[in-house]
């Protein structure tokens, strides 16, 4: 099992550029998820997709959006890139949100740098 | 609203110490608590929640309602505990998904 897949893993961006961060989980998960990850201000919550077909807005959505293409894939996509969006971007799966604390599922992580 | 607060950055112990990270959080209703670990070079992976109450690795983490927290414990460090720990909070009802605190690096010195 692969679990939580997600690309590019590395990717350098221009200001202004666009560009989407692809997720697929093979868990049968019902709840996705994205987080971004900077120093000193730990996993903070962008978009989630608690179920196919929905997805709301997390802590910092700004400059962000989500696609939820079916069950297994997320995505989530930079319209005009800047220098803030500079981060660690990390995908990940539940079989549900919150309720009986369901175990989330991490991806290995998305490097992308804005210059 | 969810908060969760890890109030050390960084926290360095000596190997066959014993380590505490912090953890306090703000939720109205009824929480479910976890703590994430992150290795060197690995991704993100659940350590332990509260209501398993279980021992992962040597560690245990103990819900305290009227604290609000949910510190991680382990009685003697060792050297591949070091990593990155983060605590997360989700409410037990209704859909929330996690909210992670800021984390704290452990760091043991052998």
């Known amino acids: 099992n692969a679990g939580v897949t997600q690309t590019p893993k590395f990717q350098v961006l221009k200001t202004g550029q666009s560009m989407t961060l692809q997720c697929a989980q093979d868990?049968?998960?019902?709840?996705m998820y994205w987080y971004r990850q900077d120093p000193g201000m730990g996993l903070r919550l962008i978009y989630y997709s608690a179920s196919e077909g929905t997805t709301d807005k997390g802590e910092v959505p700004n400059g962000y959006n989500v696609s939820r293409l079916n069950k297994r894939e997320f995505s989530l996509r930079l319209e005009s890139a800047a220098p803030s969006q500079t981060s660690v971007y990390f995908c990940?799966?539940?079989?549900?949100?919150?309720?009986?604390?369901?175990?989330?599922?991490f991806g290995e992580g998305s490097w992308l740098t804005v210059v | 609203a969810q908060r969760v607060t890890q109030p050390e950055k960084l926290l360095s112990v000596f190997k066959g110490a014993p380590v505490e990270l912090k953890c306090n959080y703000s939720y109205s209703g009824s929480p479910e608590l976890f703590w994430y670990v992150q290795y060197s070079r690995q991704r993100l992976q659940l350590l332990l929640r509260h209501i398993s109450r279980e021992s992962i690795k040597g560690f245990t983490a103990d819900l305290n309602k009227g604290e609000t927290s949910f510190h991680l414990k382990k009685p003697f460090a060792q050297e591949e505990d070091s990593a990155m720990y983060y605590c997360a909070l989700s409410g037990y009802s209704g859909n929330t998904p996690l909210v992670f605190g800021k984390g704290t690096r452990l760091s043991v010195i052998a």
């Open positions: 990940a799966s539940s079989e549900g949100t919150g309720g009986d604390g369901n175990t989330i599922y």
């Open positions: 868990m049968n998960h019902n709840s």
